[in-house]
């Protein structure tokens, strides 16, 4: 039995049984490919992420590809999460002028990351796809390399610098000090943040759900049965916490996502 | 449990460090759906979003401009009828004059065709009267003389006697009405 498949209740393992606890752990974050061509091993997150450019774009696709002036029920859907991304992140970041061009690329990022979340709490998909720290990295990158080309734009070569590095003279002495913790801060530490903020959150929520979901399984023996049933109770609130997790975790990185290009189309002080 | 451990194996040991295949199918699904969203879709909706506050827009420009339209009328009619009453009073008050006018002719020519009547009455009666004495002094003449003719049985040839008789009964009765009318 290949190991994505395999299912907490498909083993006989229980509690009082002279079994141990099969704890969840870094190896539920590895799968199999599903299949391999030419090298290239596809697996279950590769086919998640895909499925979920399917879903945004089939979502607004549907709601807004034969747009009207009068909305039906599902283009009044899509424009309330557009508005929201629009006005609540984009416009209140970088002003309507300003924000217009990173509308689209913000609303992309918003529904893309938070359908890739989702799929956490979606039966058998169950896995969210930015708990592999390749899918946040990605994004952070382009929000990186976008904050890095609007600044050096905006500001040229000199400027550019003195903005990453929060240049001022007024500092004294400790100018030499704050160069260099700007520095990190912004060049290095900055898009690692970004990336791993978005990636623990979801690991740690999928570890969440995935331990009290085998416990549940595991306790369900004489009378583990209390403990097991306890434990579901768990699993189900922390599915629900998960919900709202997934969607804030998503928020965030794009609020993040737009104060990084606000900063960079700032004057810097 | 074997499956575990062969698993365990491949476990990459360190969670932070990203897979390079999934990097680039991540950044391949989030590129198609920012090229979809960015180039057809979210113009779309950009594009019906302006329409419908033109549309709205319009709505508004139009019933301001019916309102001011409305307001326009309304303000032109009360003129009208302010004009109207206006006119009303002016020309009763043309009507009034021209009444109290005309009433005041007709009382003036009133009173002339009465004074003419009354002229005119005035002159005829003296002319009757005139005519009157006339033929009464003619009449009364003739009558005296016969009569005295008669009583005293005499011919009065003599014509002026006669008329100076006649003349002088009639001053004695003519100053004897007088004075009659003058007790009167």
Not at chain 2, 112 to 135: L, N, S, T, V, W
Request: with cysteine.
């Amino acid at each position: 039995m290949s190991a994505e498949t395999m299912l907490a209740f498909e083993t006989d393992c229980h509690i009082f049984s002279g079994c141990g606890f099969d704890a969840p752990g870094l190896h539920n974050f590895v799968f199999r490919p599903l299949f391999t061509i030419n090298g290239f091993e596809f697996n279950k997150p590769m086919l998640l992420a895909l499925l979920s450019t399917v879903v945004v774009v089939g979502f607004f696709w549907a709601a807004f590809g034969k747009a009207k002036v009068v909305p039906g029920k599902l283009q009044m859907i899509g424009e309330a999460g557009y508005d929201f991304v629009r006005r609540g992140l984009v416009y209140d970041a970088l002003g309507k002028r300003e924000g217009d061009k990173y509308v689209p690329f913000m609303v992309s990022l918003f529904f893309f990351v938070w359908i890739m979340n989702l799929w956490s709490i979606i039966p058998v998909a169950a896995f969210p796809v930015t708990s592999v720290i390749a899918f946040p990295v990605g994004l952070a990158a382009i929000v990186y390399i976008l904050w890095v080309y609007l600044t050096f734009k905006k500001h040229g070569f000199v400027g550019a610098l003195k903005n990453i590095t929060g240049y001022d003279k007024s500092l004294g002495w400790v100018l030499p000090l704050i160069v260099v913790i700007e520095f990190l801060s912004n060049m290095i530490i900055r898009p690692f943040t970004h990336a791993v903020r978005l990636f623990a959150n979801m690991f740690a929520g999928h570890l969440l759900i995935l331990m009290f979901t085998i416990a549940s399984w595991y306790l369900l023996n004489g009378v583990g049965v209390v403990y097991a049933g306890a434990s579901f109770l768990m699993t189900l609130a922390m599915t629900a916490f998960e919900l709202f997790i997934q969607a804030v975790q998503a928020y965030v990185f794009v609020l993040l996502a737009c104060n990084y290009v606000q900063g960079a189309l700032a004057e810097h002080h | 449990m074997n499956a575990l451990v062969t698993m365990a194996a491949e476990v990459p040991e360190n969670p932070l460090i990203p897979p390079i295949p999934e990097l680039v199918i991540g950044l391949i699904a989030f590129f198609i759906v920012f090229g979809i969203l960015a180039k057809k879709l979210l113009p779309n909706i950009n594009k019906v979003l302006d329409e419908r506050r033109k549309l709205i827009e319009g709505r508004m420009e139009e019933a301001e401009s019916l309102q001011a339209e409305a307001q326009q009328v309304l303000a032109d009619y009360r003129a009208q009828l302010a004009d109207a009453r206006h006119e009303a009073a002016r020309l009763r008050q043309e009507a009034q004059e021209q009444g109290a006018t005309l009433i005041a002719e007709m009382r003036t020519e009133g009173q002339r065709q009465r004074e003419e009547i009354i002229a005119a009455g005035h002159a005829q009666i003296e002319a009757d009267r005139k005519a009157a004495a006339q033929a009464l002094r003619r009449d009364v003449g003739t009558l005296a003389v016969e009569l005295s003719g008669k009583i005293v049985g005499e011919s009065l040839e003599d014509v002026s006697r006669q008329s100076r008789t006649v003349d002088r009964f009639l001053d004695e009765l003519e100053a004897g009405a007088t004075k009659a009318e003058a007790g009167r």
